[in-house]
Every structure is written in structure tokens, then in C-alpha cells.
């Protein structure tokens, strides 16, 4: 398949709207006149991601949404605030089997005629169950995630561990290595009140998410990554889309780092932005678990890189433009 010469990430649900953002260069938003035009409706934020990816090439295009955010209503509706039509989504990522990130795919099948090719690792569908420390359980959470009940819907689950090419320019990492130390499993608390865990070959284990992907998005000699909820580590994350792609530059990182849960240690926040400024990390847009101290803190240590993402941005990338932007580190993919 041909790589893209274009491409636009929007952000269709992520935690936060703020209207009050200003449109930049190569990024627009929903803004204040959108908020406030009675002949509009405003798009409205919700725990969870869901980003549209439009690649274009000579007189084609290609639409894939990685992740659906926590609900269909909230997805459908953002989508039609924006004006994107879902009717038109030729393929769907989905970064792992927790519900704020696969949580509008029923609502989204639903709403379209066509069947639609969805990715995702076959152990997101492995039960999952949240335990309180009360002991109190939650049973099977994501009762609702079968590949039965998807595919009577329509959608046409492609199971996969290993990388997937699914359009042009446009790779799910699948299984992502996690080598680097600051963001082993060991390291990492989900929450200090409830632990997460996962039903597999008859026993209930601590879930560490090993169904967590990326997406890596080729343009030029660089990629975007996009990330949910980083389970396997963002460093991690963009060093294996390097590799399987041979990128030579990271022009952008968008989603969610996994720095906002309590219990985090401020050390790993350090070490992942010091990771982002050695990887040289050209525009960077943490948002959802990355939670504001984290991203304040990027803001702070990444300037030209940092910007924020809400619910509506769209970023623009152009590879005439990349390429005529040497690699110059932070903040080089948004300079023309
Ligand atoms: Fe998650
Ligand atoms: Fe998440």
C-alpha cells in the first residue's frame, strides 16, 4: 500500500473540553464560536479516547478510528458535533479490553449500515473483574466485549499479536516489548482503592493489560504514534513502532501516558519525559490517564513539543511540510 502524504488526527471524545483554546498553525479546534453558535452543537468530554485518523494520497483517502471512547452515545454525538460522518470509517484499532477504550464500539456498530473490519488483541476479550479493597468484586466488566456479540453487529474482528498493516500508512503494533525498567508492570499501580484484574486459563490474575497496542501512522521518514492508555509504557510504545516501521523521526505522540493514576511515583513522570526528550519527540499531545500534573509538567520541560489536546482538535500534518522541516527535535513537526 501507498504511504500518505496528508494526514489529520481529531480527537473525537478524550477527557477534557476546553473552548477557550485558540485555533494554531496546522491545529484547529472546537473552540469558543463553535461552543457558543446556536446552530452548532458542542462536543462534550468523557473519560476515554477516541481519535480519527484521516490519511489521503493523490486523490484517496482512508479513515480509521483507534479507540471508541467510554460510550457509544458520547462517540455518536461528538462525531456529529464535528461533523464527521462514522457511516464513512473504513477500519477501527482498538488499543486494549478496558471499557473507557472499547466502550462505544457497540453504539458505533449499531449506527452503521456496512460492516466494519475491527483489530484488536485476542486477550482483550479475556474476562476482566475490578476488586475494591473492600473485597467487594465487580464481576466481568466487560461482559459486553465478545467477538460473538461484535460480530453480530457487523464488525469483522481481525484478532492479531504480532504488527497489522491496516491501511495505507497505518500499523497496529500489536503486543508492544516492555524493556524499558521505569515501566514494568512491578512499577506501576493502577489504583491505590481497587485492583484491576483479569480471568485467564481458569485462575484470576492482576491484569497487566498484555492486550495493550499502539498505532503507528508512516509520513515521510517519520510517525505519529497514537496510545490509549499506555499499559505497556509510552516509551515503550514508541520505541516498538519505531522499530516496526524503520521511522527515522516520531513527528507526534498522542493519548494517554498512564502518569495520573494516584500512587504514580513523580519519578516515572521524570524519566518518561526525559525518555520523550531523548527520542526527540517532535510534537507531543498527552491527554486522558496522563492526568494535568503530568501534562503540566511536559508543558513545563517539552514547551515547543507540548500541545494541549481536547475533545474537538484536529492536528494537520503535511509530509511537504515535514520534510522541509529537518528533524529538529521538539517542536520540528509543527513548524513550516
Ligand atoms: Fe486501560
Ligand atoms: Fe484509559
Excluded at 491545529?27 to 489521503?56: C, M, Q, W, Y
Excluded at 455518536?76 to 488499543?95: I, K, T
Excluded at 453480530?152 to 481481525?158: I, M, P, Q, S, T
Excluded at 490509549?228 to 510504545?237: E, Q
Aim: net charge negative.
Amino acid at each position: 500500500m501507498q504511504d500518505p502524504t496528508k494526514v489529520t488526527v481529531t480527537s473525537i471524545t478524550e477527557n477534557y473540553v476546553d473552548m477557550l483554546l485558540a485555533d494554531e498553525e496546522h491545529i484547529s479546534r472546537a473552540g469558543l464560536f463553535h461552543h457558543f453558535d446556536p446552530k452548532r452543537t458542542p462536543p462534550i468530554g468523557e473519560n476515554g479516547i477516541a481519535l480519527l485518523v484521516e490519511v489521503e494520497w493523490g486523490r484517496y483517502s482512508y479513515r480509521a478510528l483507534f479507540d471508541t471512547g467510554m460510550t457509544g452515545k458520547v462517540l455518536l454525538h461528538n462525531a456529529a458535533a464535528l461533523g464527521v460522518d462514522l457511516g464513512q470509517l473504513d477500519h477501527v484499532v482498538v488499543s486494549h479490553g478496558h471499557p473507557d477504550h472499547y466502550g462505544g464500539l457497540v453504539g458505533l456498530l449499531e449506527s452503521r449500515e456496512a460492516s466494519l473490519p475491527l483489530s484488536i488483541h485476542p486477550e482483550a476479550f479475556l474476562p476482566r473483574y475490578l476488586r475494591l479493597a473492600s473485597g467487594e468484586v465487580a464481576p466481568f466488566y466487560n461482559s459486553d466485549l465478545t467477538r460473538e456479540h461484535l460480530e453480530r453487529l457487523g464488525g469483522r474482528v481481525v484478532g492479531h499479536r504480532e504488527p497489522l498493516e491496516v491501511g495505507p500508512g497505518l500499523i497496529a503494533t500489536g503486543e508492544i516489548p516492555r524493556n524499558v525498567a521505569f515501566e514494568q508492570p512491578s512499577r506501576r499501580i493502577d489504583t491505590p482503592n481497587a485492583l484491576i484484574q483479569v480471568a485467564h486459563d481458569g485462575c484470576v490474575h492482576a491484569d497487566v493489560v498484555p492486550d495493550d497496542q499502539a498505532m503507528a501512522i508512516k509520513l515521510g521518514d517519520g510517525i505519529i504514534v497514537l496510545v490509549g492508555c499506555s499499559h505497556a509504557g509510552v516509551v515503550n510504545s514508541i520505541r516498538h513502532a519505531l522499530e516496526i516501521t524503520g521511522a527515522q523521526r516520531v513527528l507526534g505522540v498522542f493519548g494517554g501516558f498512564h502518569l495520573g493514576f494516584p500512587g504514580v511515583p513523580q519519578e516515572r513522570t521524570t524519566a518518561t519525559i526525559e525518555a520523550l526528550r531523548e527520542l526527540e519527540v517532535e510534537m507531543l499531545c498527552p491527554m486522558h490517564c496522563t492526568g494535568m500534573q503530568a501534562m503540566m509538567e511536559m508543558r513545563r520541560q517539552l514547551p515547543d513539543a507540548f500541545v494541549m489536546n481536547c475533545t474537538g482538535t484536529r492536528v494537520h500534518f503535511d509530509a511537504a511540510r515535514i520534510e522541509l522541516s529537518a528533524k529538529n527535535g521538539p517542536g520540528g513537526a509543527r513548524r513550516s
